[in-house]
């Protein structure tokens, strides 16, 4: 995707080939910063506090992650050593374990002296997996995009509703979610994308507001309350999210409030789509609200909000009394039943057990 007309991406092996580039997103969307990584504990770091997320890209961070602690030490305590420190930076994230378990298979029953190339190679090859897997996404949902563009009067625009970032800042490129939105731009059709805040961490705001401000896609940002009223008035044509995890039944587990969404949208006969890469499905859960761990994180998300003041600070304020406490549940669960769709790099498919298993039985 493009930043101001210059294609980038969110994470690349640095020209001295030794580090790993990033753009950190904690700093977004008011500084725009580059970071390298260099090591297993600073990649660990970067999926941990955020600086890189997004289910996609934190498997592709993590794959890096490894060829980081390998290029330092291939011993298997090594290798053990970096796929336990990396699986515990982010639980509900299931793109986290299957790439890892990719660099595993890739460097386990290797001589050590390959197992740095091995592992580069692998997280290579994850990273532009993940960028075609996205590209064909995008092509999926463009087609319902255009259906409905084609029922609009006089080319009216085509609204589309997001929750969260599940854009080229959440992937290596393109995103999963606005990967139809980009190519709808792209091709001309008139589109606009209402952009949820996304409270805790703001990351429609301060993330999908800014890129697709930077690839010059209208939005507009409204509260995270918003979305219901919008869809009973007819300002929303059709819904889609990202997703951290899916279940083999079809459940969606997404950044929180997502199933509020879902609700609104099901009252509303309004089409919700979730758009995900096959590496998030998890053939292993079944009921997505009783087995999916939940990610509490820090009540400082809530309690704190950063922006930057009218003369050009960036401050972090206390938005919450003292002493109230606070809770952060960072997902919720989506049950299929309230689901259109599910958009991948094989269809659009129903989000049952069935259409899931026909479509990557490979992976089931």
């Known amino acids: 995707m493009k930043i101001d007309g210059k294609a980038t991406r969110t994470i690349w092996v640095e020209a001295d080939g030794a580090t790993v580039g990033i753009i950190d997103q904690t700093l977004l969307p008011h500084r725009f910063v580059a970071a390298k990584l260099a090591t297993l504990d600073e990649a660990a770091h970067a999926i941990k506090s955020m600086q890189v997320r997004g289910a996609p890209l934190i498997g592709a961070a993590a794959a890096y992650g490894m060829w980081l602690a390998l290029k330092a030490d291939a ?57 075609a897997i996205n590209q064909a996404i995008g092509r999926n949902g463009l087609k319902l995009i255009e259906a409905i563009a084609a029922q609009k009067k006089n080319g009216a625009c085509v609204n589309v509703l997001t929750h969260c970032n599940a854009g080229w800042l959440a992937t290596v490129d393109w995103g999963t979610a606005t990967a139809p939105i980009y190519m709808a731009h792209d091709k001309g059709l008139p589109i606009h994308v209402f952009a949820d805040e996304t409270r805790p961490r703001n990351q429609g705001a301060s993330l999908t507001a800014w890129e697709l401000n930077k690839h010059g896609v209208a939005h507009t940002v409204i509260p995270d309350n918003t979305g219901g009223h919008l869809m009973q008035h007819g300002l929303v044509d059709l ?126």
């Open 75 to 131: 011993s298997d305590e090594a290798l053990g050593h970096a796929y336990t420190v990396l699986h515990a930076t982010r639980p509900t994230a299931i793109n986290l374990k299957w790439a890892l378990d990719e660099m595993m298979a890739a460097v386990r029953n290797r001589p050590r002296a390959e197992r740095a190339l091995a592992a580069l190679t692998r997280a290579n090859e994850i990273a532009e997996e993940d960028v």
């Open 239 to 364: 819904v889609i999210v990202g997703t951290d995890r899916v279940t083999a039944q079809g459940d969606v587990c997404n950044k929180i409030g997502t199933y509020l969404k879902a609700l609104a949208a099901a009252d509303n006969n309004v089409p919700f789509y979730v758009a995900l890469p096959s590496p998030t499905i998890d053939f292993t859960v079944s009921d997505g609200v009783a087995e999916i761990p939940i990610e509490q994180r820090g009540p400082e998300e809530v309690a704190m909000m950063t922006g930057k003041t009218l003369d050009g600070r960036i401050e972090t304020v206390q938005v919450v009394p003292d002493g109230s406490p606070v809770a952060n549940y960072a997902f919720d669960v989506t049950p299929a039943r309230l689901v259109t769709g599910l958009i991948t790099e094989r269809g659009v498919l129903k989000p049952d057990r069935a259409a899931l298993k026909a479509a990557f039985p490979e992976r089931a």
